[in-house]
């Protein structure tokens, strides 16, 4: 019996992970259009800045992008809201994992904003008092959000996942979180007014703008490659505001691609319950489809169908 060699076992080893992830990879999920209660409630999602104004300086251009980001985050949590009540045994654990990862985004993203982005606002606009809301907003919602976490880390298995523990938990900061959401975009926007703002095309404006450029490529990928990102890109729908962000963030095709369904088949089992699909397409959240489609087949077994 020939003995294969060494070197083409080795060779051959990139393949057969490649191969695997691809047949763990988002793209390969069947998705249907929405029908049921969707990701944009309970919370409200935000209509950017520069949707709204066609104003492109830098901090209209940055809270746009924040909006972006946050619209992602907001349907995360309505994803998790809307489904909770109707998971099925098989899908809690899963479940619980995929919130545990919207958790981590979220103190990912308020921990970055305020150790690094608003310091090097405020340093632009040498004014220290310009977030001063903004981190009261903060300080607002902590407390429930640490709550969240800490009731999904406790639980002894996926059977003891209660829903109606965990929404009293998301309604108690629900108001809180959605405000600061939103506000926090208003008060972006609206430093285009500020004194000490940089004019367009000065050096002080480049300065600003590759500021928030470089936050913006840092936020999501620091806070998780695996998990976070994939996250992030399947709760993007790239139809809103007339398909004005079908290609946000800004990223070669390959990439993102990659990002989503190379680095998102490493967790596979959780895009299940994302709002949108590998393409952004919103599509039917996974608890609905899940009973309808048990629905059917229990029709079937009955000869109904």
């Known amino acids: 019996m020939a003995l294969i060699p060494r070197s083409t076992i080795l060779i051959s080893i990139p393949f057969m992970i490649i191969s695997f992830l691809l047949s763990r990879a988002p793209f390969k999920m069947v998705s249907v259009p929405p029908s049921n209660p969707w990701a944009d409630e309970p919370m409200k999602l ?26 992602s985050i907001l349907r995360g949590y309505n994803s998790i809201y809307q489904q909770a009540p109707h998971l099925m045994d098989q899908d809690k654990a899963d479940f619980i994992a ?16 305020e150790e690094n982005l608003f310091t090097k606002v405020e340093e632009v606009l040498q004014d220290k008092t310009v977030f001063e809301e903004t981190h ?13 976490q800490e009731y999904l880390t406790s639980l002894k298995s996926p059977a003891d996942f209660s829903s109606d523990r965990l929404l009293e938990i998301m309604s108690s900061f629900q108001q809180p979180f959605e405000t600061h959401f939103h506000s926090e975009i208003s008060t972006i926007a609206k430093l285009s007014e500020h004194p000490n703002a940089p ?33 992030f890109l399947m709760n993007l729908d790239r139809t809103v505001e007339d ?14 691609w990659g990002l989503i369904n190379i680095a998102g088949a490493i967790r ?15 599509k039917e ?11 059917l087949r229990e029709a079937r077994q009955k000869g109904e169908l």
């Open 285 to 295: 959240l996974w608890a609905f489809q899940a009973l309808e489609m048990k629905k």
């Open 243 to 256: 398909g004005m962000w079908a290609n946000w963030p800004p990223m070669p095709a390959p990439i993102r």
């Open 136 to 148: 009261k907003e903060h300080e607002s919602f902590l407390a429930g959000l640490a709550s969240f």
């Open 46 to 71: 935000i209509t950017t800045p520069q949707y709204q104004t066609k104003k492109t300086d830098i901090f209209t251009s940055g809270a746009t992008h924040m909006a972006l980001l946050h619209n």
């Open 98 to 113: 995929y919130a545990l990862v919207w958790y981590k985004f979220v103190k990912s993203h308020h921990d970055d904003e």
């Open 268 to 282: 596979s089992g959780l895009w299940k319950f994302t709002s949108c699909d590998s393409a952004g397409q919103p």
């Open 199 to 231: 004019k367009e095309g000065t050096p002080e404006n480049a300065a600003a703008s590759a500021t928030f450029k470089a936050w913006g490529k840092s936020t999501v990928t620091k806070a998780g490659v695996t998990d976070v990102v994939p996250f």
